[in-house]
């Protein structure tokens, strides 16, 4: 991939990237952290010839993997770190259902994500994550309860659950 | 609907994408829980990503000079990995034969026991044989030339490492 090639590729990726990596950690910096890692490592991978969908397909793994690496770690995914999601550009907008999100465990917002923002089939959510096939449609659908669950509850209250 | 979802709801999910939820879909939304919940969802969702997505990242060519310069430093690292494993071979092999030099020098010094008497020690260096005393000398610069040898290799490779980490950061 040539610089050209890559800043238009940058430029169509990079936005839902980052969106996926920050909703997904809760954290500015480590979303901004993983976004430039998973750029450096796609461009040092030696990869075969692929289409755009592909690469950004391959982009999203070495996302995904990363984000895996760092919850495994724990510590970047403390429920003590959620403020950081709502102070972002928008924080008027949905501050208590954004803290209500964060409540999730990182693999559900992860399937979630990827489902409904990423469009992604059970297949790909599967290759991105390494789950199963079979165990992704139980997995979402525990997942998307559990969300509509917390969004179809008083925000006020969710938000005074996360801070105790 | 089933136990774990309803037959619409790829239908329901691809026309949420697209914006088209026509009357069929709206009205078995209406109907269907778990639809009713996947349209939920589905809306938080996307507006979870149009917020975050307005959101100043990076440039591009800052990514790319990174990893331009992450790749130089690997085929670096790979292109002198002879060089270092040999430095490393030449710090052992010099350790080695320093310790040897150190023992095998000492081996003519029958008087060591007696190294805590300063008096009789200095008098065996200064009035025994001379050869003895230059080996001593001698050995013991080996063993300080060794010893800086080694802590400006060390120190180089680490100062070498920092810049390039801070490079990257």
């Known amino acids: 991939m040539n610089e050209d090639a890559f800043r238009l590729f940058y430029e169509r990726t990079a936005r839902p990237l980052f969106a996926y990596l920050l909703r997904v950690s809760g954290q500015r910096h480590l979303a901004d952290d993983l976004l430039q890692e998973s750029y450096l490592k796609l461009l040092s991978a030696k990869l075969p010839i692929m289409d755009e969908a592909q690469t950004k397909n391959y982009l999203f793994r070495i996302a995904t993997n990363l984000l895996r690496d760092r919850w495994r770690r724990a510590e970047d995914f403390a429920v003590s770190t959620i403020e950081s999601s709502v102070t972002d550009q928008h924080p008027e907008i949905q501050t208590d259902v954004r803290i209500a999100f964060q409540r999730l465990k990182p693999r559900e917002r992860q399937l979630l994500w990827l489902a409904y923002v990423e469009g992604a089939n059970h297949k790909e959510i599967a290759s991105l994550t390494g789950l199963r096939t079979g165990s992704i449609k139980l997995l979402l659908f525990r997942a998307r309860r559990k969300l509509a669950a917390i969004l179809r509850r008083n925000p006020v209250e969710a938000r005074e659950k996360v801070n105790i | ?169």
């Open chain 2, 1 to 169: 609907m089933n136990d774990f979802g309803c037959d619409r709801e790829e239908s329901v999910s691809e026309a949420l994408r697209s914006g088209d939820l026509n009357p069929d879909l709206l009205s078995h939304v209406s109907e269907c829980a778990t639809c009713a919940d996947l349209v939920l969802v589905s809306q938080f969702l996307q507006d979870e990503a149009r917020a975050a997505s307005e959101s100043a990242l990076p440039d591009a060519s800052i990514i790319w000079r990174k990893a331009q310069l992450r790749t130089r430093r690997e085929a670096l690292a790979s292109a002198t990995l002879p060089i270092r494993v040999a430095r490393g071979v030449a710090a052992v092999a010099t350790f080695v034969a320093t310790l040897w030099l150190v023992v095998s020098i000492m081996k003519p010094f029958s008087w060591l026991p007696d190294a805590g008497n300063y008096r009789l020690a200095a008098e065996h260096i200064l009035t025994g044989q001379p050869t003895a005393r230059w080996v001593l000398i001698g050995g013991l610069c080996t063993l300080m030339c060794a010893c800086a040898g080694a802590f400006y290799l060390l120190r180089e490779d680490a100062a070498e490492a920092r810049a390039h980490r801070e490079l990257l950061s």
